[in-house]
């Protein structure tokens, strides 16, 4: 463990709390809550086609993956989805539409709650590697490479059924 106090400096001993073992300190009332961290992720579509990056970085060096990434604290998760793109694959992109929720439990790190989005490319985009990415490329879900993470390949599961579904029709006012 060792970890200390924010308040008084203390080493954080464990006790059960709500009925999980948390580390807190014996002399006030800090507790280290395991919250998870925010990322998001986006389905770029254009012509039947996704775009996805082949890594370039740990974890899943070498294996493909959705343009995605950690939500800043002083960010709205669709922005950081929009940011993202930009960095890994050198496009901007707007979001068109929320496809879902994801969890990523982890024993040894905080967990990571997803937001997955599905996007376009901005009229005239075009896509190139940013520095976590070796390669980008449009690839037909019929023909996806292996893919580094489960929480990616998920979210496209969710976007096949948003894609397969019929579109709703318009609300009246």
């Not at 203390?10 to 961290?37: M, Q, Y």
């Not at 060096?61 to 002083?74: I, T």
């Not at 960095?87 to 990571?112: D, M, P």
């Not at 490479?145 to 948003?162: D, G, N, Q, T, W």
Request: with cysteine; hydrophobic share 45%; net charge negative.
């Amino acid at each position: 463990m060792g970890h200390f106090c924010v308040v008084c400096g203390s080493p954080l001993v464990t006790r059960v709390i709500e009925g999980r073992e948390l580390e807190a300190c014996a002399n006030d009332d800090f507790v280290l809550w395991r919250d998870p961290k925010v990322a998001a992720a986006v389905v770029v579509e254009s012509d039947g086609a996704v775009v996805l990056g082949r890594r370039a970085i740990e974890p899943g060096y070498g294996l493909w993956c959705l343009p995605g990434g950690f939500v800043n604290d002083d960010e709205d998760p669709a922005t950081a989805a929009v940011r993202e793109c930009r960095e890994e694959i050198g496009a901007n992109v707007e979001i068109t539409q929320l496809l879902g929720l994801y969890h990523v439990a982890k024993t040894t790190a905080s967990s990571i709650v997803g937001i997955a989005y599905r996007g376009r490319l901005v009229d005239g985009a075009t896509i190139s590697p940013g520095p976590e990415m070796l390669e980008v490329a449009f690839v037909r879900l019929d023909a996806l490479p292996e893919i580094a993470f489960p929480s990616h390949r998920e979210v496209l599961k969710m976007y096949e059924a948003a894609a397969a579904a019929p579109a709703s029709p318009p609300t009246r006012e």
